[in-house]
């Protein structure tokens, strides 16, 4: 067996669970697995190599380490509690913005403040029981952390495991309850030394994490753990903006704003629509057909005579000759308003209506 997995502790005969140290040597010390209850060996007379225990019959068990590892958890974590003065529990707790559920910035960044919260357990509980019963589900804990003067209180109930976390109805039954991936010894002895630290955030990538039971986590489940007060949050954020004026002109650009500061910026537009995206490309063309949907403007960036020069010096009205105009000369896009050749691009317009309409209403604001 590896180093990390020799068994120190095992029940005598007497069901006491004891360590390697505490009994004679050889099968003198009338012990046996905490596993499968063989009978075993106590090798704790040299000094070269570390003391243990092995099974009598040559074959050790697979699953005695780990469950040597829960039941010395138990055990030695509720003498602390039970014995110490100050036992404490320490997590995250996150004030979020009020808008959070709601705002369609909350992608950019955390919209809350968190604070480190420490507690002593015993200005609140004073008993501490193993085994006992939830109280919402037929199921046991390791440890039962609760109040005998104050029966009212909510009770904390404890899980320890080694390679098998609890099953997600136990962990949301509504309790409090603290999940401990227990690995050795050491991992023991920081919760008798320091109490409960939360070391995962108790979320869907908490459960993904301790399910996977690739890493050791402490993660608290039905603590109050935050709010949604923190209305002075603010962010800057990252956007395209696009801009649509009544002569039919308009324009679109990469934008910045804080959060709760998002405004029109141009007091004569007709309408400003912000594209919460980091990425502009394509937003132009997704939205500038907004103007003539909503109000009818013409302007010769929709008609199907505005297309590419033959000479790729840019974008002319194929009707130019006819019309009589310069096509070197800068063209005024909103001269479509008064041409009676204005012929609509119905088939690009309906595509790009189409995905607009089809973006979620917290992936844009419309400011008019």
């Given at each position: 067996m590896h180093q990390k997995g020799l068994l120190t502790y095992a029940f005598d005969s007497t069901d006491n669970f004891v360590h390697i140290d505490e009994v004679s040597n050889?099968?003198?010390?009338?012990?046996?697995?905490?596993?499968?209850?063989?009978?075993l060996v106590a090798r704790n007379g040299g000094v070269k190599r570390i003391h243990h225990f092995a099974h009598a019959?040559?074959?050790?068990c697979e699953s005695a380490y780990e469950t040597m590892l829960h039941q010395l958890a138990k055990l030695r974590v509720q003498e602390a509690f039970l014995s110490k003065d100050i036992f404490n529990v320490s997590f995250e707790y996150r004030s979020y913005c009020p808008q959070v559920n709601t705002c369609a910035f909350v992608k950019y960044g955390n919209c809350y403040k968190a604070t480190h919260k420490k507690f002593n357990l015993k200005n609140f509980y004073d008993s501490c029981e193993q085994e006992l019963q939830y109280?919402?589900?037929?199921?046991?804990?390791?440890?039962?952390?609760?109040?005998?003067?104050?029966?009212q209180l909510a009770p904390i109930y404890i899980e320890f495991f080694v390679t098998h976390a609890s099953d997600v109805s136990k962990l949301h039954n509504g309790s409090k309850i603290i999940e401990v991936k227990i690995e050795s010894e050491n991992d023991i002895q920081r919760i008798v030394d320091n109490g409960f630290i939360e070391s995962c955030k108790r979320d869907s990538r908490a459960l993904e994490v301790i399910?996977?039971?690739?890493e050791s986590k402490t993660i608290f489940w039905g603590?109050?753990?935050?709010?949604?007060?923190?209305?002075?949050?603010?962010?800057?954020?990252?956007?395209?903006?696009?801009?649509?004026?009544?002569?039919?002109?308009?324009?679109?650009?990469?934008?910045?704003?804080?959060?709760?500061?998002?405004?029109k910026v141009r007091k004569q537009s007709l309408l400003e629509i912000c594209i919460h995206t980091l990425d502009a490309l394509g937003v132009y063309e997704m939205v500038k057909y907004q103007g003539y949907k909503r109000f009818g403007i013409k302007n010769c960036l929709y008609c199907k005579n505005y297309v590419d020069s033959y000479d790729r010096?840019?974008?002319?009205?194929?009707?130019?000759?006819?019309?009589?105009?310069?096509?070197?000369?800068?063209?005024?896009?909103?001269?479509a308003k008064k041409c009676p050749y204005f012929l609509i691009n119905q088939d690009e317009m309906n595509e790009e209506l189409k995905h607009f309409e089809s973006l979620d209403k917290d992936k844009y604001t419309e400011l008019d």
């Open positions: 050889g099968l003198a010390c009338d012990c046996y697995c905490p596993s499968c209850r063989e009978r019959s040559g074959v050790d109280n919402s589900i037929n199921r046991r804990s390791d440890l039962k952390i609760f109040s005998s003067k104050n029966p399910e996977s039971g690739n603590f109050k753990s935050e709010d949604y007060n923190a209305a002075n949050i603010t962010q800057e954020i990252e956007f395209s903006r696009y801009i649509l004026y009544a002569s039919g002109k308009s324009q679109c650009y990469q934008d910045t704003s804080l959060c709760k500061n998002l405004s010096l840019g974008k002319l009205c194929r009707l130019y000759k006819y019309l009589g105009l310069n096509r070197l000369e800068q063209h005024d896009t909103a001269k």
